[in-house]
């Protein structure tokens, strides 16, 4: 059985949005036009299209919070679109959700879903600093978002953070994500998964500053440190060990000494060695428990 897609017209989406003047008529048309087609994503994590008091939590509130341009920042909408426009940046998401399908479907993978849907969006840069201007989430299987503010060291690597939410809607097709009980072990294995998966498909290159950026000693650092955590449990925990220090910092968690997205770089080391020692591919590897991959990944036995 193959999997369908729908990619949302998020370009038309916004020009009719930028058209609209009223602000409060824009955010009924981001909430109930725009993000529609996430509904059931937003419900299965406990946000609101719309607060039942004058502003509380809903969509509005939690896309800002990831990241997504303000939605009455004329300027940055439309300076985001045009970029994304002018370097084909849908096309560009089509295909590779097309190319990610069939190299699933090709190694018996499947998402967990009627269709995957998937929608681009613009970012606020300033927000998205450390991430360099980019991300994504794909946590829930059928809905994959990536917020953007495109520039030079971005546009290149949509393919690559497309494929790594793909493969997050893969994962959690077969593995369970229990928020509340997430160890920092099953969070390393599932970023390293998605990061491993981007690899395969679009090359080393074009992976995000939060795999690449990392020196060798820090590295080797961050490594023992996380080492020693491997089964912390609870979100906030666990988050300190992924994002590191300033990101902690910035989100109210507990920093323990690490640099930027430091579970990440982490976990890519810890897939890839596995399927180095293993010699197991990708897909092979997609399908096994956590604590498999970290003992045989050989990276934490001391």
């Not at 969509?59 to 341009?69: E, I, Q, R, S």
């Not at 910035?250 to 890839?272: K, N, R, T």
Request: charged share 20%; net charge negative; glycine share 8%.
């Amino acid at each position: 059985m193959s999997m369908n897609y729908k990619l949302v017209n998020t370009i038309e989406q916004y020009e009719e949005l930028l058209a609209i003047t009223d602000l409060e008529e824009r955010r009924n048309y981001f909430r109930n036009t725009m993000m529609t087609t996430f509904k059931e994503m937003w419900n299965l994590i406990n946000v609101p299209i719309k607060a039942k008091q004058e502003n509380g939590y809903d969509v509005l509130m939690a896309t800002k919070m990831l990241g997504y341009a303000d939605i009455s920042n004329d300027k940055q909408i439309q300076q985001g679109l045009s970029i994304l426009k002018d370097n084909n940046a849908f096309v560009v998401a089509e295909n590779t959700i097309k190319n990610c399908i069939e190299k699933a479907n090709k190694a018996g993978l499947k998402v967990n879903a009627d269709e995957i849907k998937f929608g681009l969006y613009v970012a606020d840069p300033y927000k998205l600093k450390l991430q360099k201007g980019y991300t994504g989430f794909g946590g829930i299987p059928g809905f994959i978002t990536v917020n953007i503010y495109p520039n030079d060291y971005n546009l290149p690597k949509i393919p690559a953070v497309i494929a790594h939410e793909f493969h997050h809607n893969i994962r959690f097709s077969y593995f369970d994500w229990d928020h509340g009980n997430v160890t920092v072990g099953d969070y390393l294995v599932i970023e390293g998964l998605a990061d491993s998966f981007a690899k395969e498909l679009y090359g080393t290159e074009q992976l995000g500053p939060w795999v690449t950026r990392m020196h060798k000693d820090d590295l080797e650092y961050s490594t023992y440190v996380i080492g020693e955590a491997l089964n912390l449990k609870g979100f906030a925990e666990v988050s300190s060990y992924m994002f590191g220090d300033e990101i902690a910092k910035q989100e109210g968690y507990q920093p323990v000494g690490l640099s930027f997205c430091a579970g990440y770089a982490v976990g890519y080391e810890v897939v890839q060695s596995f399927m180095k020692k293993q010699n197991k591919t990708i897909y092979e590897t997609t399908l096994m428990s956590s604590e498999e991959i970290i003992n045989g990944s050989g990276l934490f036995s001391s």
